[in-house]
């Protein structure tokens, strides 16, 4: 029972290259996103899923995709990188209900340059 | 939309105690309160879903006045283990999803 769990830990791009940051959860829990943290601004949410096969864009979704093909699994895809990019991500379930808080992965912390 | 959390910053000696508030310009229905240790993921402590509430989780203790649009989070006794950003989440923007504060970093000296 790993909780959510998210790969890679630490990555390096250069701007214009792609990649999937992966994101499972083994509490077959429904809701699931993908939030951003830079200095100074808190969590921003990216993309959400409420079931499998549904996403939904958050607060900051430009430049990214996202794909939920199986209610374990939560994808994040950065088509073309760029430095703005720069981040840490960090994927999150939660279980139905309204008493419920969030689960956090251990994050990904991303470099573009 | 974005939560408001006050102080930016706190530093305490063991012992001491912290009040951090987080205020909304909207109606609040429910607040969360996360810690984040450097370098780690943000971990859920408590949340409160009705005006007046309050509730505990070790010496963290939390209130919610639904009335002032705000919650307060008190840290008693602080611990140096109690270092770390706190960040309160209120429910809006997108999907109705969760709004994070900016945080409030709090460090606990010996």
């Known amino acids: 029972n790993a909780g959510v769990t998210q790969t890679p830990k630490f990555q390096v791009l250069k701007t214009g290259q792609s990649m999937t940051l992966q994101c499972a959860q083994d509490?077959?829990?429904?809701?699931m996103y993908w939030y951003r943290q830079d200095p100074g601004m808190g969590l921003r949410l990216i993309y959400y899923s409420a079931s499998e096969g549904t996403t939904d864009k958050g607060e900051v979704p430009n430049g990214y995709n996202v794909s939920r093909l199986n209610k374990r699994e939560f994808s994040l895809r950065l088509e073309s990188a760029a430095p703005s990019q720069t981040s840490v991500y960090f994927c999150?379930?939660?279980?139905?209900?309204?008493?419920?808080?969030?689960?956090f992965g251990s994050g990904t912390r991303l470099t573009v340059v | 939309q974005q939560p408001v959390q006050s102080p930016q910053a706190v530093i305490l000696r063991e012992g001491e105690d912290a009040v951090i508030n987080c205020s909304s310009s909207?109606?609040?229905?429910?607040v969360h309160w996360y810690r984040q240790k450097h370098g780690e993921a943000p971990v859920f402590l408590m949340i409160?879903?009705?005006?007046?509430e309050q509730k505990g989780h070790e010496k963290i203790s939390a209130s919610f006045n639904e009335k002032k649009q705000q919650s307060s989070l008190y840290l008693t006794a602080s611990q140096l283990s109690y270092s770390g950003t706190y960040f309160c989440g209120t429910l809006g923007g997108y999907g109705n999803k969760l709004v994070f504060g900016a945080g409030t970093i709090l460090r606990v000296k010996s």
């Open positions: 409160l879903l009705k005006g007046g």
């Open positions: 509490m077959n829990h429904n809701s």
């Open positions: 999150a379930d939660r279980p139905a209900g309204i008493n419920y808080g969030y689960t």
């Open positions: 909207k109606a609040l229905y429910s």
